[in-house]
């Protein structure tokens, strides 16, 4: 025989269908979007660790006051502790998005676009390499420097 605790539960359960149903429809749809919740951030979590590996991103950077050559390049390949090296130019910037307004830039300047060994870069638009007098922008830098990207007529 059920205890009259539970025989209370099962007559509120039973008197109140709609109720009844409506709760148990609330609990499936929470535990539906928490299951999509926590399977879209596992997905997440792969594909941007892949996304990041594809770059080769560098764990190190070698600043100098003075210009180097390539052979200093190709020397920092050899080591045993480098697995590649990347030489780049760093300039920077400023660029004014409006009356008195001014934004900084730090522009990078790479020598052989289809030679780029660590923190790779593709276009999304445009011609690839670009040609000279044309810079590759950071999409997320767009809204900063208050531009847009080019559309070609």
Known sequence: MLASRWHKVLNDLWGNKTRTLLIVLSIAVGLFALGTIVSARTILDVEMAKSFAAIHPSSGTVRTQELFDEGFVQSVRKMAEVAD???????????????????????FAVDDYDDIRVNKIWPETGAWPPPEGQIL????ALPVIQAQVATSS
């Open 137 to 140: 922008i950071e999409r997320a």
């Open 85 to 107: 090296a990347d030489a780049r130019r760093m300039i920077f910037a400023r660029i004014q998005v409006g009356p008195g307004e001014w934004n900084t830039l730090i522009i």
